[in-house]
């Protein structure tokens, strides 16, 4: 004779049970939300960090080393991070590329930050950021990384706070042994982010440093590359930096049939065209405001009130992201259309697009 | 209290067209002077308040698992009932309105925020924030004039049943989040006009049965199953706690728009209203309670109601700060600020409760005055 043992319940679905039986009790608030009060990090909170500790690389640029939550999962190399900043009072999400080495997933990681000309979070977090605050986190992305197997030979172009993402790569020590160059443009050897960094990387053998300091030198120019790089078309490529440099460069890279070894970063979005404005209607939200062709339908909804999800705010990150019900935007880098009939719910970067005509939204 | 439009003495003939639309603008300056002006503080105050409530809940709940204790239970309860009345009133109704969603954080924001009432934000927000805050005090538009249940201004007609209605408001008061649930549901009329079927009318039903649901079974099973041998005390804790807290809101509810001094409007009145006559009608239509700081915050600063109804989505910790500025506009246009102390206003409100179930004393002549002009100046 058999006998059959009662199988205890699994455990997922009795954790499920408490969980239910705790947000019952909670009602009409979560459990978390009790949890965020004593321990915002811990594993199943939304991901959040706490800045742990400020510190200036130039006169305008900081690096920020943050604690992130539990559940962080780590990063690669050269890829960035949102992070959701309250800059007086307001929540404020940007991206940041990462410069810390990959590390240990509880490991603290670090953003650098320059301060531009009228930048909120960028001013705040280099002038104003206290240790201790806590900031909101995703998980890290972008895919301006390096292969698994590193290239023998590499070329990185990076301008101002283009370092960055290529700091992080360096840092990583994946580019040991690759034979990389560095050409590396500032206003002058003090704004030069890690310069000190740079410079000990580069007496210690580790790369060629080129720094090209534009009040003397003037702004880098495609000749000037090939005369200091003159294999740079042979050479792996990653840069970062103003949209300018990185549109010569993609021209050139792209005429020499050898665009597959350029690998960008774009920080801002290049507006091209305006579209021609129009209604743009927020359903859920029971909103509906006129915005012109040139205003992102971002700012639209976030002037008009409604709590609209946003990341980079320059068209990389996908953060914004809402089906469009129906209607036509257009994209304000490159002037494209996008239409929707009912039905379609295309999904819109809501930070690069404007109304092109009435626009409804389901959000 | 009587239509505005219909008293021998219009509060507002003094003003001309061009008077009310300046005041109109007046008003303007001062919220965006206000909007211009958020940031960190205000920020801090409203987290700090939300730290504070759930510490206190938490804190009040925990002491009542030890309810059979005379003193655990009376400490218990009156935290609950603080921290209840801090929930609904500071917290939960001003976040409703928006209040606060200038920050952007989805956690405190009209968008996602629930609150520890029966009935469910989404419905209370479209029956307060859409239809109170815009036809304020209009009879036969403003339910809240009396909550469809009472008779609380000579110009709405009066019916037997109103004989009852001293009873009706304490039954309401007891359990107002009930009412208000019924209220945002309008299920009166809904049932009146054999409304039960619409499939939108069940949908709207069921959330308020579910949100009952939830209420009640934390308040009166789960919690008080958790206090075990306390069961029984904890029960009566919590019920006292909602009761309490029922009373308060609905006292502070009252003296928002029922005391001796606050007017009403004709229907008519608000057709093309101005942004002006908007204004004006809020500044005559809502009527303050004076008090302590404690007060203010208790109340949700609906102590504040003639600023709320001015300025329905500015952060409740600003009313209080634009106060002076707003009482030197009425000084200056000749208006009522119409303010008093709690008693004294709780005292005006249930008056008119007690007066009003009665028919009036002296019928009036409508007729006579149907046409006159709303809130529009003499001289328009």
């Given at each position: 004779m058999t006998t059959t043992v009662q199988r205890p319940p699994a455990p997922a679905s009795l954790r499920r049970g408490l969980l239910r039986l705790a947000a019952a009790v909670t009602t009409p608030l979560l459990p978390d939300d009790y949890l965020d009060l004593v321990?915002?990090?811990?594993?199943?909170?939304d991901l959040r960090g706490r800045i742990v500790e400020v510190h200036p690389e130039t006169p305008d640029a900081a690096t920020v080393v943050i604690q992130p939550g539990?559940?962080?999962q780590g990063h690669r190399p050269g890829q960035y991070v949102r992070l959701g900043v309250d800059v007086n009072g307001v929540r404020q999400w940007r991206a940041y590329s990462l410069?810390?080495?990959?590390?240990?997933?509880q490991d603290p990681i670090t953003i650098t930050v320059k301060a531009v000309p009228d930048g909120l979070v960028s001013n705040h977090l280099v002038r104003h950021a206290q240790p201790g605050t806590i900031v909101q986190l995703d998980q890290a992305q972008g895919d301006f990384v390096l292969p698994a197997?590193?290239?023998a030979r590499v070329l990185l172009v990076t301008a101002g706070s283009g370092i960055t993402p290529v700091m992080g790569m360096l840092r990583s020590?994946?580019?040991?042994?690759a034979d990389v160059t560095l050409v590396h443009s500032a206003p002058s050897a003090a704004d030069v982010i890690f310069g000190a960094a740079l410079r000990d990387l580069a007496a210690a053998g580790a790369l060629r440093l080129v720094e090209r300091h534009t009040r003397d030198d003037g702004q880098l120019s495609l000749a000037d590359l090939a005369a200091l790089v003159p294999d740079h078309l042979e050479r792996e490529t990653w840069a970062c930096g103003p949209a300018g440099l990185l549109d010569a460069l993609t021209a050139h890279w792209t005429a020499a049939g050898r665009g597959e070894r350029l690998h960008t970063e774009r920080f801002r979005p290049t507006i091209i065209s305006p579209g021609e404005g129009g209604t743009v209607t927020f359903g859920r939200s029971g909103v509906t405001v006129a915005a012109d062709g040139s205003t992102p339908l971002l700012e639209a909804g976030e002037a008009a009130g409604v709590l609209m999800p946003s990341g980079?705010?320059?068209?990389?990150?996908?953060?914004c992201v809402l089906p469009l019900r129906q209607g036509a935007v257009r994209?304000?880098?490159?002037g494209s259309l996008t239409t929707a009939v009912p039905g379609d719910g295309v999904l819109v970067q809501t930070c690069v697009s404007a109304a092109a005509g009435p626009c409804d939204l389901d959000h | 209290m009587t239509v505005m439009q219909r008293?021998?003495?219009?509060?507002?003939?003094?003003?001309t067209a061009e008077d009310i639309e300046v005041i109109g603008k007046e008003l303007d300056a001062i919220r965006d002077r206000v909007l211009a002006d958020l940031g960190e503080r205000d920020a801090r105050y409203i987290r700090r308040l939300i730290r504070t409530q759930r510490r206190l809940e938490l804190g009040s709940r925990a002491v009542l698992l030890f309810s059979l204790f005379p003193p655990a239970w009376i400490i218990g309860t009156a935290g609950l009932s603080i921290a209840k009345i801090l929930e609904n009133m500071e917290i939960g109704h001003n976040i409703l309105h928006g209040?606060?969603?200038?920050?952007?954080?989805p956690k405190i924001h009209s968008t996602t925020w629930e609150w520890?009432?029966?009935?469910p934000a989404e419905q209370w927000k479209h029956s307060h924030n859409e239809l109170h805050h815009r036809y304020?005090?209009?009879?036969?538009?403003?339910?809240?004039?009396?909550?469809?249940?009472?008779?609380?201004?000579?110009d709405q007609r009066w019916h037997?049943?109103?004989?009852g209605q001293p009873l009706w408001n304490l039954v309401n008061a007891c359990f107002f989040e009930y009412g208000i649930a019924a209220y945002d549901l309008e299920l009166g009329r809904n049932l009146k006009k054999g409304r039960h079927r619409d499939p939108a009318f069940r949908a709207r039903a069921r959330a308020v049965g579910r949100k009952i649901r939830r209420q009640v079974l934390k308040d009166y099973v789960l919690h008080p199953l958790l206090s075990g041998p306390s069961f029984l005390s904890t029960l009566a804790a919590t019920f006292t706690a909602n009761l309490v807290r029922n009373l308060w809101s609905h006292s502070v509810i009252m003296c928002g728009h029922f005391p001796e001094g606050v007017e009403t409007f004709e229907?008519?009145?608000?057709?093309?209203?101005?942004r002006g006559e908007w204004y004006l009608r809020q500044m005559l239509g809502s009527a303050n309670i004076s008090g302590s700081r404690l007060l203010h915050i208790m109340s949700g600063n609906l102590s504040h109601q003639i600023e709320h109804h001015l300025f329905?989505?500015?952060?409740?910790?600003?009313y209080r700060e634009v106060v002076p500025e707003v009482r030197a506009l009425f000084d200056r246009y000749g208006l009522k600020y119409t303010t008093g102390s709690l008693p004294r206003q709780v005292f005006s409100a249930w008056k008119k409760v007690i007066r009003l179930?009665?028919?009036?004393?002296r019928p009036r002549d409508h007729a006579s005055n149907r046409s006159a002009p709303a809130l529009r100046a003499s001289g328009a």
């Open positions: 321990a915002p990090l811990r594993a199943g909170a539990r559940d962080w410069t810390s080495a990959p590390a240990g997933r197997t590193p290239p020590g994946a580019l040991a042994g980079c705010r320059m068209g990389i990150c996908y953060g994209d304000l880098r490159n | 008293k021998p003495v219009n509060p507002i003939a003094h003003l209040q606060w969603d200038w920050m952007r954080d520890d009432h029966v009935s304020t005090n209009v009879i036969g538009k403003d339910n809240d004039l009396g909550y469809g249940i009472m008779r609380v201004d000579e037997p049943l109103h004989l229907k008519t009145s608000i057709e093309g209203e101005t329905p989505d500015l952060p409740s910790n600003r179930s009665l028919p009036n004393r």
